[in-house]
């Protein structure tokens, strides 16, 4: 069974940082993409980035451009969101997907998703 776990989020200030993982288990993670997609309060849920083998990392969401950064460590099987300068509106439900070789910004595409895991930015 697959199973992707999202954690690392939490309550952080406006210009602070967290680092999200996202472990899977059940699935060799190496040949695969990771998405990292985001649901804000009130709005529906949107790509944020991707990695692949092929296409290394793809930025989605123009407002996380040069403040959100994704790796992966295949040896453990975990793939991470480092987030910096954190503001206001970034303020969402994080979740992880997988589940093919390539990235992209449809949730479709993606066959196994984590529960999310909150991020709150306030002062």
């Known amino acids: 069974q697959v199973q992707l776990v999202e954690s690392g989020g939490g309550l952080v200030q406006p210009g602070g940082s967290l680092r999200l993982s996202c472990t899977v288990s059940?699935?060799?993670?190496?040949?695969?993409?990771i998405g990292w997609f985001r649901r804000a309060p009130g709005k529906e849920r949107e790509a944020v980035l991707c990695?692949?083998?092929?296409?290394?990392?793809?930025v989605y969401a123009d407002s996380v451009n040069g403040r959100f950064t994704i790796s992966r460590d295949n040896a453990k099987n975990t793939v991470y969101l480092e987030m910096d300068s954190l503001k206001l509106e970034d303020t969402a439900v994080y979740y992880c997907?997988?589940?093919?070789?390539?990235?992209?910004?449809?949730?479709?595409?993606?066959?196994?998703w984590g529960r999310g895991t909150p991020v709150t930015v306030s002062s």
């Open positions: 059940g699935l060799q993670l190496d040949p695969y993409s």
């Open positions: 997907a997988t589940g093919w070789a390539y990235c992209s910004s449809y949730e479709n595409m993606y066959t196994y």
């Open positions: 990695i692949s083998n092929s296409e290394g990392s793809v």
